[in-house]
C-alpha cells in the first residue's frame, strides 16, 4: 500500500513563529504536492514538485516556502505564521508522466495559528 | 490554470437512491485525466473513479458511475444504491498530462438518509 505520512495531525503554533510541516512518501513518487484546504473554497495547490530541489507555484505560494532534498520527503515551510494561515494541509504524491495515475493523499495536518 | 467547478456545495439522498454530483472544468488541453475523490470525517482522501480524456466509454466502479462529456467540459459522478457510508465529501479533481499538476473543485457534501 501507497503511504503517504504527514508529521503532525494536530499543530497549535503562535503567530510569528517558523512552522514547518513535513511530508514522507513511501513509493518513489516523482511528484509531491501541498493543498490547504479550508470550507467552501475546497482544495488549493500551494506547492508542488516533480523532483528533488525543484518546484512550482500552485495559485496560492503566498507566505509558504518548500524544500525538497530528498525525493521521499517534502517540507512545507510558513516563514512566519498568522491567523489566516489556520487551515487543514494536505500533502499528496504521484508517479509523473504515467498514464491515468492518481495522488495518494496523507491524513492531513490541521494547523491553528494563535 | 484550469478550473474545477462544483456547482453543489451539498447534496442529499435516501439510502438505496440514486444521487448525481456535478463537475466542471474549463481547460484548452486536449489530454487530461478526472478524478473523483471521497473525503469521509476520518480526512483521509480515497479515490472513487477516475477518467481519461481521450477515452469516450464513462469509467465504472461498482455503484458508482460518470458522465463524461468532453465538449461540454462536464464531469458527473453517479452513485447508484447509496448506503450510509457514503456520507462523505467529494471531490472533482483535473490533473493535467502536460505539467503534472492537480487542481481540484470546492467540494460537495453528501448526507445518505436512513
Known amino acids: 500500500d501507497v503511504k503517504v505520512t504527514q508529521s503532525s495531525r494536530y499543530l497549535v503554533k503562535r503567530t510569528g513563529e517558523k512552522v514547518f510541516l513535513e511530508c514522507v512518501q513511501d513509493m518513489d513518487h516523482e511528484n509531491m504536492f501541498w493543498y490547504r484546504q479550508d470550507p467552501g473554497l475546497g482544495l488549493r495547490l500551494i506547492y508542488f514538485s516533480y523532483d528533488v530541489k525543484m518546484k512550482e507555484k500552485g495559485d496560492i505560494p503566498e507566505g509558504y516556502s518548500v524544500s525538497r532534498e530528498k525525493k521521499e520527503r517534502f517540507s512545507l515551510i510558513l516563514e512566519s505564521a498568522s491567523t489566516n494561515q489556520t487551515s487543514m494541509y494536505l500533502c499528496?504524491?504521484?508517479?509523473?508522466?504515467?498514464?491515468?495515475?492518481?495522488?495518494?493523499f496523507g491524513q492531513g495536518t490541521r494547523l491553528t495559528v494563535v | 490554470a484550469q478550473t474545477v467547478t462544483q456547482s453543489q456545495p451539498e447534496m442529499s439522498v435516501q439510502e438505496a437512491e440514486t444521487v448525481t454530483l456535478s463537475c466542471t472544468y474549463d481547460t484548452s488541453e486536449s489530454d487530461y485525466y478526472l478524478f473523483w475523490y471521497k473525503q469521509p470525517p476520518s480526512r483521509q482522501m480515497i479515490l472513487v473513479i477516475r477518467q481519461e480524456a481521450y477515452k469516450q466509454q464513462n469509467a465504472t466502479e461498482n455503484r458508482f458511475s460518470v458522465n463524461f462529456q468532453k465538449a461540454a467540459k462536464s464531469f458527473s459522478l453517479k452513485i447508484s444504491d447509496s448506503q450510509l457510508g457514503d456520507a462523505a465529501m467529494y471531490f472533482c479533481?483535473?490533473?493535467?498530462?502536460?505539467?503534472?499538476?492537480?487542481?481540484f473543485g470546492a467540494g460537495t457534501r453528501l448526507t445518505v438518509k436512513p
Open positions: 499528496a504524491s504521484s508517479f509523473m508522466l504515467r498514464e491515468n495515475t492518481e495522488a495518494f
Open positions: 479533481a483535473y490533473r493535467s498530462a502536460k505539467n503534472n499538476d492537480m487542481r
